[in-house]
């Protein structure tokens, strides 16, 4: 075990810890919840930064890290999808967890027949979860109805867009191993 793995670990026990708080009957809660998981977000940077400069990338940290990672953005957008309860929220959300859901099944699968490379982080993926991040500390930091709830709901459609864009870019470039009997539409 070591730091960068420590750091991944703390993301997945901050969870219960945001929930808990971000149903709190406090009016601080909004903030503190969104304190937290902007803090799960810096774990996220801070891990890969310590795992690469420190030379510590282990198997088990580079399958925990995107576990980790996908289930804080997945549990945050359920609470604020039931929190917002509108659809406004519900459907960029929606693109987000399924984009995960996706794109997790085609790295494994990938990663099965040996062509993981082909599905690594992109640089669009990186500007996504910037943006996607920004968006729901925003949403958890702020009550709806806030003028920058609303604010923080347009960064999640420009976060969902890049999210669909990016599920198309590892789309195209799996094509040829998901269907080699086809040249494809790509």
């Known amino acids: ?3 960068p793995n420590l750091l991944t670990l703390s993301r997945i026990v901050m969870i219960p810890v945001f929930v808990i708080v971000f149903y709190l009957p406090v009016e601080w809660s909004y903030m503190l919840s969104a304190a937290i998981f902007a803090l799960a977000g810096l774990t996220d ?8 400069k420190l030379n510590q990338s282990t198997p088990f940290g580079a399958f925990l890290d995107p576990v980790a990672d996908k289930l804080m953005v997945a549990v945050a957008l359920a609470v604020l999808i039931e929190e917002y309860s509108i659809p406004l929220l519900t459907i960029p959300a ?14 494994e699968w990938m990663a099965e027949i040996g062509s993981r490379a082909s599905v690594a982080v992109s640089y669009i993926g990186k500007i996504k979860t910037t943006a996607q991040m920004a968006a729901i500390v925003g949403l958890l930091a702020f009550p709806p109805g806030n003028f920058w709830a609303y604010v923080a709901v347009a960064l999640l ?4 867009g890049l999210t669909f864009w ?5 789309l ?15």
């Open 1 to 3: 075990m070591n730091l």
């Open 45 to 52: 940077w801070l891990d890969g930064y310590l795992a690469r």
């Open 94 to 107: 929606t693109v987000i967890i399924g984009r995960e859901i996706v794109i997790s099944a085609l790295r």
């Open 157 to 160: 459609y420009i976060a969902a």
């Open 166 to 170: 990016s599920m198309i870019l590892y």
């Open 172 to 186: 195209k470039a799996s094509w040829a191993d998901l269907f080699p009997e086809h040249n494809g539409p790509f």
